[in-house]
């Protein structure tokens, strides 16, 4: 069969490049047998409607659905350790609570065992610092004064920021320690967290602090 070709715009003659390469109009011609690039498996892939990515089979649907219903990242030792922690947790808030509510009926040394349960079984956990701000305040009243200090000086780091460890720690220091500029230090940082600790009523009505602190915060605050 013959090669058929479209006849350029420009003459053969009257074109110099043509007149030099003259197999130019031979390579840009094609004939109908000639064989066309035919479109790879991409092009074919994306060439494809999205409906027919969406209209699976049913019964492929519910296995895919069903296999995502039996997945569970949590495995069984991780579930039951977090059911171990939850109920640990649950036990050191329940002593930590029944601690406060003895402090705050009076009964020091009843209030002093539960938060040393807390700090003793339960030191793993962070709430234990609050146990032992509550077993530094009691101890203050009918222990040790030297290790209730030492404790809240301890505790003033861990849990730098909270106010009422501050306070406590700046009534001790001046009255016991007798070091009114590391006492005044305290007070500052106590009082700009929460200025109620300037107000003898409410560490001793609301924060249940045990007479002998609270008169050891009076004398810091009047200078006595």
């Not at 197999?23 to 000639?34: A, E, G, V």
């Not at 349960?117 to 610092?129: C, E, G, H, R």
């Not at 305040?137 to 004064?145: A, I, M, P, S, T």
């Not at 306070?167 to 500052?188: S, V």
Request: aromatic share 10%.
């Amino acid at each position: 069969m013959g090669v058929f070709c479209k006849a350029p715009h420009i003459s053969y003659l009257s074109s110099p490049f043509l007149r030099r390469n003259p197999r130019f109009m031979i390579q840009n011609c094609h004939t109908p047998n000639s064989t066309r690039r035919l479109p790879n498996r991409r092009l074919l892939l994306f060439s494809l409607p999205l409906s027919g990515f969406l209209l699976l089979p049913r019964k492929f649907q519910y296995e895919s659905s069903n296999a995502a219903d039996q997945y569970d990242p949590v495995t069984p030792v991780e579930r039951n350790a977090s059911a171990v922690t939850s109920q640990r947790v649950s036990e050191a808030v329940e002593l930590l609570e029944k601690g406060r509510e003895l402090q705050a009926q009076g009964d020091f040394n009843g209030a002093l065992a539960y938060f040393s349960k807390v700090i003793q079984n339960y030191k793993d956990f962070a709430l234990s610092d609050y146990a032992r701000v509550g077993r530094a305040l009691v101890l203050y009243e009918v222990g040790d004064r030297e290790e209730a200090i030492a404790e809240m000086e301890d505790v003033s780091i861990s849990l730098k920021g909270y106010p009422e460890v501050h306070a406590a720690l700046a009534a001790a220091l001046y009255t016991d320690k007798h070091a009114p500029l590391l006492a005044e230090n305290q007070f500052t940082i106590a009082t700009l967290l929460d200025p109620h600790f300037s107000d003898l009523s409410y560490v001793r009505d609301r924060k249940h602090w045990p007479p002998s602190l609270v008169s050891s915060l009076k004398q810091f605050i009047t200078l006595s």
